[in-house]
């Protein structure tokens, strides 16, 4: 299957900052999305990305979909304790196969 | 309005027990896809049925069947469970039709002894 690499693959961050995370995948996809993962649940959509270029807010949330279509960034402002999880990243060309990174996950120091 | 719901959501199996995942949606979306999470791993998808009356593999189909009974309900059975069939399985939902933000149930965590 296609591999899509995510980075970091941790981070731990102070109450009020600013993150940044990223995934590069090997192969181009129309459709970029981003997840959040709470322990013991379903990951749960943030942002769905269709134009390449495209920059998308949801909240504190800000999503980029690269110029190349390999690349997608997630960015989150002034984090805050609820922030905490496992965020994911997928991309998509059909949407039938959906292909997941391997997730980065967030610490948030009060 | 419930999104996707899935039973059980818990599970123990003996090696070579089957059982049948069941998952169902009330958003009347046209595509349903079945993964697995394994630790460390993002998900993997095992089938997936984009409108009802179809079915195809994923990434990951061996040792897995699927059932989309109707438009609602998507069914993922294993025959014959294996100790490698350990793992935490999601259903999801998209409307389809160039909609592709993906809704998830809360998993079933299938233990495998």
């Known amino acids: 299957g296609q591999q899509l690499n995510q980075s970091p693959q941790s981070m731990f961050i102070q109450e009020g900052e600013d993150v940044s995370m990223n995934c590069t995948s090997s192969?181009?996809?129309?459709?970029w999305l981003w997840y959040k993962q709470d322990p013991g649940e379903g990951p749960v959509l943030l942002i769905a990305?269709?134009?390449?270029?495209e920059l998308t807010s949801n909240g504190r949330l800000t999503a980029q979909f690269g110029i190349t279509r390999k690349d997608s960034f997630l960015n989150i402002s002034a984090s805050i304790p609820s922030d905490v999880g496992i965020y994911f990243c997928a991309g998509t060309n059909t949407g039938n196969q959906f292909y997941f990174g391997t997730g980065t996950s967030l610490t948030v120091i009060p | 309005n419930a999104g996707v719901t899935q039973t059980p959501k818990f599970q123990v199996l003996k090696t070579g027990q089957s059982m049948t995942l069941q998952c169902a949606q009330d958003?009347?979306?046209?595509?349903m896809y079945w993964y697995r999470q394994d630790p460390g791993m993002g998900l993997r998808l095992i089938y997936y049925?984009?409108?009802?009356?179809?079915?195809d593999k994923g990434e990951v189909p061996n040792g897995y069947n699927v059932s989309r009974l109707n438009k609602r309900e998507f069914s993922l059975r294993l025959e014959s469970a294996a100790p490698s069939q350990t793992s935490v399985y999601f259903c999801?939902?998209?409307?389809?039709?160039?909609?592709?933000?993906?809704?998830f149930g809360p998993g079933t965590r299938l233990t495998v002894t």
């Open positions: 958003m009347n979306h046209n595509s």
């Open positions: 049925s984009a409108s009802e009356g179809t079915t």
């Open positions: 990305l269709y134009k390449a270029g």
């Open positions: 192969s181009i996809f129309n459709t």
């Open positions: 999801a939902s998209t409307l389809g039709r160039l909609s592709y933000e993906q809704y």
